[in-house]
């Protein structure tokens, strides 16, 4: 069986011409590897200034690369951040705008499928020759839709097909490609098989196996996401014993166990930081690998993370400080529920400790691929190439305004324009919809809801949002009727659907 990894690595082209034979070489198509962690927050790494977890590798990517101050992600929660990440879109756009599961499936597992015609990453990465992969989490179809790995341009998987299985860390199965692995080391209540290992084994077979051609492979990792648990190692010995801790009651069988629910945690503290810590393991192991194999010249790194830290299974964000100095966490759409971390490491190419603070969303990777590659972006989208970012080059463009919306908790949106954002909350409960706008140039924690001064600002920016937004029949979604009441931010109209 021929199991690879989902790291995504996308190698720069080389603008050198090599003589050989007296025949001009073409320039090398870069590698690209594309690390994701999934709800890691943006100040759970030392060099966004943790000072409890160990990131000893990932701060050395920053060192050698590019730290990016102002990324986004594509949402606050997983399936639509990733949707948008593949497809290029924002998520007024993305055909994948929520957490949602998928109905009338064969093994009751999995989301809603995208549709199998998307254009993805993938899928421009494989058109121009390159080997894909992806390794560790999906949720973006059930096995055996069209929006299943295999139908959305990766030549092979391995993981978790779905996001609700993907929440335990000794589950009795994974996917590769459309065959089952069953575990057997997780058989009825054994826990010998740590899935987040055997992934990232995968996911380095599949480097070592395409060392040969350009590759994308795209890691999808789970950690940290709750459950919280770690194997009994040196990495947990780091920490275990050594925080405060408030032991986690979760599910330790019948229903949900081993199928979603969050096992129990005696020392979740020592967990969720061993799990940020092996998370770091892995890319120092994916960069290890890269040198030995001769590929670090010619291969892109990106580490980021899907969304903002969680507060599930017995996690403390407030212990940890995972938000940095941001507010909010996951499901929020203050900039700790969107806001990552993202580093580009691309010796030779990235400048080595470059900060910057050019503002990009995950919509914005596609096109950026496209641009490195000489591969083609899809007809539409709503991303700009930071390449020129990434390469020190002049005449960066910059987005006129960062869209977002969230289907969760009545209903969210957000608007990010020059030093201006607006949340628009309870979207769909007119009576209680309410805008909210800070001025992030000076008020970067949003403290300091100013709708009431500047009413002009808030109803261009409820403009925006409006028009940013095209209607999906599969992910239905409201804006009130009419304008917001000038001094409030409050709407003054019923809905329309």
Known sequence: MNKTGIICSVSLLSAVNVWCSGKPKLPKQP?????LADDLGYGDLGCYGQAIIQ???????????????????????SAPSRSSLFTGLHTGHAP???????VHIPRKEGQHPQPGDTYTIAKMLKGGGYATGCFGKWGLGFPGSEGAPENQGIDEFFGYNCQAIAHNYYPYYLWHNRDTVWLKGNEGAKKEDYAADIIHREAMEF???????????????????????????????????????????????????????????????ADFAAMVTRLDSYVGEVIAELKKLGLDKNTLVIFASDNGPHREGGADPDFFKSYGPLRGIKRDMYEGGIRVPMIAWYPGKVKAGSVTDHVSAFWDIMPTFAELTGTKAAGHTDGISFAPTLLGKSRQKKHDYLYWEFHEQGGKAAVIKGNWKAI????????????ELYDLSKDTHEDH?????????????????REAHTDSEAFPFAYPVGGLDPDSGSTRISTER
């Open 31 to 35: 590698n690209i590897i594309y690390i």
């Open 207 to 269: 480097i070592r196996a395409n060392s040969d051609r350009p590759f994308f492979a795209c890691l999808t990792y789970t950690l940290p996401h709750a459950e919280l648990v770690s194997p009994d190692d040196s990495i947990q010995a780091m920490y275990r014993g050594k925080l405060p801790e408030t032991p986690f009651r979760g599910v330790d069988g019948g229903s949900g166990y081993k199928t979603g629910g969050y096992g129990s945690s005696s020392h979740p503290k």
């Open 424 to 435: 628009r909350l309870n979207v769909e409960n007119p009576e209680k919809t309410k805008v």
């Open 449 to 465: 809801n100013v709708a009431g001064q500047h009413p002009e600002i808030v109803a261009e920016l409820d403009r925006i949002m």
């Open 55 to 77: 990131t000893p590798h990932i701060d050395r990517l920053a060192a050698e690369g590019m730290l990016f101050t102002r990324h986004y992600a594509g949402c606050t929660v």
């Open 96 to 102: 994948i705008r929520a957490n949602r599961a998928a």
